[in-house]
């Protein structure tokens, strides 16, 4: 089994920057996968963003420019710094783990609140 802990969220003016974190604990060495999803109000949960093993990374086009995934893996733990924050980003961010025999594990959601 894997758990996630998020930190990082918070409130913030449109134009601010926040960073998220994501620590992994358990059956570390069983993780292809670790990401971001992200839930607003009223709508359906949507892929943000991802990194692979390999190193490989995923943007959506909505956070491209943006939000950049990164992942230590001395720290079992991934980022993601999102800059430039619009109103449209207000949403509850969850990690994920996906391990290599297909198990999802996700995280308990932090809350990014983008307004003026």
């Known amino acids: 089994q894997v758990q996630l802990v998020e930190s990082g969220g918070g409130s913030v003016q449109p134009g601010g920057s926040l960073r998220l974190s994501c620590a992994a604990s358990?059956?570390?060495?069983?993780?292809?996968?670790m990401g971001w999803y992200r839930q607003a109000p009223g709508k359906q949960r949507e892929v943000v963003a991802r990194?692979?093993?390999?190193?490989?990374?995923y943007h959506v086009d909505s956070v491209k420019g943006r939000f950049t995934v990164s992942r230590d893996n001395d720290k079992n733990t991934v980022y993601l710094q999102m800059n430039s924050l619009k109103p449209e980003d207000t949403a509850v961010y969850y990690c994920?783990?996906?391990?290599?025999?297909?198990?999802?594990?996700w995280g308990n959601g932090t809350l990014v609140t983008v307004s003026s």
């Open positions: 990194i692979d093993n390999s190193g490989a990374t």
């Open positions: 358990g059956s570390i060495s069983s993780i292809y996968r």
């Open positions: 994920y783990a996906l391990l290599i025999a297909g198990t999802n594990y």
